[in-house]
């Protein structure tokens, strides 16, 4: 389970950046009191175009970010608190994740197998499972430094997953990938919800929220502007298209 009360971010802003921004504050809040509650056997899907919040919400639900206010419970251990122990428990992907060039898919996969302290055993059962999946097979012995987009992010999902986590935070995974690879992974994040992991899923792309989300938020410059299940946004829908209702939701919120 995650759950997020009351959280907040504000950032620093330089000379440059003020006049940038046309702002006279030394701090800018990016993140503005939001709280909600992800739970396990269940999607999460945060929405929010971009500049939104959204991305740094889900890196401080990672403990990459410290909330300025507010707390995060994953798991049941406050990620301010007892980080450590909440990493434990969690995969997060991001964009924003670099990969070792020097190293190979399988090896940066065993790598945070290690940081894990995943088993020999363990190990390879999951990774051949990751691999097939995602179609891994092929470039498992290639140096990062060698692969494309897509291939990098099939990497990055493989070492966010290799530990089996509680909790997996996926933030765009689909970016760079095939239509063919992005079906995997709708069924693998659906296997994970089947299996009582706790996960959130960021995406653009409406069709996969359609498909995936339970639960839905959407955060606008900072403020949380829906959160509830999936049927109540469908029900309150005042246009049939759900790109076209985000659109709606985030115009009537600018215009407010």
Do not use: W
């Amino acid at each position: 389970m995650i759950e997020v009360k009351e959280l907040c971010k504000d950032f620093s802003l330089s000379k440059k950046q003020k006049k940038e921004l046309n702002i006279s504050t030394n701090n800018i809040r990016v993140v503005n009191n939001i709280s909600f509650t992800c739970q396990p056997g269940r999607v999460f899907s945060l929405l929010g175009p971009n500049g939104a919040g959204k991305t740094t919400t889900l890196r401080m639900i990672a403990s990459i970010l410290k909330p300025s206010f507010g707390s995060i419970q994953v798991a049941g251990f406050d990620t301010q608190k007892s980080p450590n122990e909440a990493r434990k428990k969690m995969g997060f992907l991001t964009g924003s994740t670099g990969l070792y060039d020097r190293l190979s898919a399988t090896e940066v996969v065993k790598y945070f197998a290690d940081l894990f302290g995943v088993g020999k055993g363990d190990f390879q059962a999951r990774k051949k499972k990751i691999f097939d999946l995602l179609d891994m097979n092929d470039f498992a012995n290639k140096k990062c430094g060698q692969l494309s987009t897509g291939m990098k992010q099939k990497v990055s999902i493989a070492r966010t997953l290799i530990h089996a986590p509680d909790v997996v935070v996926f933030d765009e995974p689909t970016s760079g990938l095939d239509v063919i690879t992005a079906e995997n992974i709708i069924n693998m994040v659906n296997d994970l919800k089947n299996e009582g992991k706790t996960v959130i899923f960021s995406s653009h792309i409406m069709s996969e929220v359609d498909l995936l989300a339970d639960d839905v938020a959407i955060i606008h410059k900072g403020n949380l502007l829906f959160n509830d299940t999936m049927d109540s946004f469908r029900a309150s829908m005042q246009d049939p298209s759900l790109t076209k209702e985000f659109i709606r939701i985030i115009k009537s919120a600018d215009q407010a």
